[in-house]
């Protein structure tokens, strides 16, 4: 089974719209990780936002917050008013401890956003 | 500017050969790991060091290998080069051993065209 699952390959927004990617992820764990990184066409990996899987919080970054619903293993990132800029390759991952020394991170396979002036 | 560099920037090269990608972490972070991104297998994490130890594998080829050094550099050497490891190589780094809320931090990568 797939560790992270976006299945939005791609989406479009129009401009100063809030727009939700999805994403679900596989883990026996307790205790986990989730991220969202923005891949901009330059190519560089650039951090969103992060939630634990103790946070009983849902993890806000200024125009990003992480819908986590742990039940449903799902964290959503929902952007807020988007702006052209955000117009990029989104990236869920999750990151699983090993034996308490390391990480092991999984990537989702990226959701394509357009931002529509 | 993450603060993580790596070098070089681009690599091309031809099958059979060996190369090696460099990696200087941000400074304070003792962890490094190394990714690697390409158009079939996506982006996927291949091994972590933390101050010269390795601490997790991820689904890095024999064919690679990879070292963090004292001054917590880290270099990833990959052999015996196919067409299929055309990638984008990202490293990134963190303060500890286990990124919780901190974040991990990646440098603008390598790309390496096989031909």
């Known amino acids: 089974a797939q560790k992270i699952t976006q299945t939005q390959p791609g989406m479009f927004v129009q401009e100063k719209e809030a727009v939700t990617l999805d994403c679900t992820y596989d883990?026996?764990?307790?205790?986990?990780?989730l991220f969202w990184y923005k891949q901009p066409s330059s190519g560089e990996m650039i951090f969103l936002i992060y939630?634990?899987?103790?946070?009983?919080q849902n993890a806000t970054e200024g125009r990003y917050s992480l819908n986590f619903q742990k039940a449903r293993k799902s964290a959503n990132l929902v952007i807020s008013a988007s702006q052209l800029g955000d117009s990029a390759m989104y990236f869920c991952?999750?990151?699983?401890?090993?034996?308490?020394?390391?990480?092991?991170?999984?990537f989702g396979t990226g959701t394509s956003l357009t931002v529509i002036p | 500017d993450s603060g993580v560099t790596q070098t070089p920037k681009h690599l091309i090269t031809a099958t059979g050969q060996r190369v090696t990608l460099r990696c200087s972490p941000r400074?304070?972070?003792?962890?490094v790991y190394w990714y690697q991104q390409s158009l079939d297998q996506g982006l996927q994490f291949l091994i972590q060091?933390?101050?010269?130890?390795?601490?997790a594998k991820g689904n890095i080829l024999e064919r690679f290998s990879a070292q963090q050094f004292p001054d917590l550099h880290s270099e990833l050497n990959l052999s015996s080069l196919e067409l299929g490891d055309s990638a984008l190589y990202f490293c990134?780094?963190?303060?500890?051993?286990?990124?919780?809320?901190?974040?991990?931090?990646f440098g603008p990568g390598t790309r390496l065209t096989v031909l």
């Open positions: 990134a780094s963190s303060v500890g051993a286990r990124v919780g809320h901190n974040e991990q931090f």
């Open positions: 883990t026996s764990d307790q205790s986990y990780g």
């Open positions: 939630q634990g899987s103790y946070d009983e």
């Open positions: 991952a999750m990151r699983e401890l090993i034996s308490n020394t390391g990480n092991q991170f999984y």
């Open positions: 400074s304070g972070d003792l962890s």
């Open positions: 060091y933390y101050n010269g130890e390795e601490r």
